[in-house]
């Protein structure tokens, strides 16, 4: 979800090489903010997607979308389209962070 949400309304196409990799050493020649970010920097934004439910709403052709009061974006996990998201010392989760400030939500 992040990398579609970014990339559509924020013109941001380098989230999907973020949650891979840091940026540094690998956007380097492609984009300088991207080159200054980090794969947890980018998994905090993630996380704010990690707090959205989808229920399918009659008749099964669309999807009724809520936000939900917590979340947090796993790692130490190995499912997805994403390489092994191994913990970061003893975190075994990420929250949302904001991208340009790492500022959390309140609530």
Do not use: K
Request: charged fraction near 10%; hydrophobic fraction near 40%; proline fraction near 7%.
């Amino acid at each position: 979800m992040l990398v579609r949400t970014a990339s559509a309304f924020l013109g941001m196409g380098n989230y999907d090489c973020l949650l891979c990799h840091n940026g540094r050493g690998h956007l380097d020649q492609i984009n300088l903010w991207a080159s200054h970010q980090t794969r947890s920097q980018a998994q905090g934004m993630a996380a704010f997607f990690s707090r959205l439910t989808f229920t399918a709403a009659p008749p099964n052709t669309a999807f009724m979308v809520a936000d939900a009061a917590s979340g947090a974006y796993d790692l130490n996990t190995e499912f997805g389209n994403r390489p092994p998201r191994s913990p970061l010392g003893t975190m075994l989760s990420v929250y949302p962070a904001y991208r340009e400030t790492m500022a959390q939500p309140i609530g």
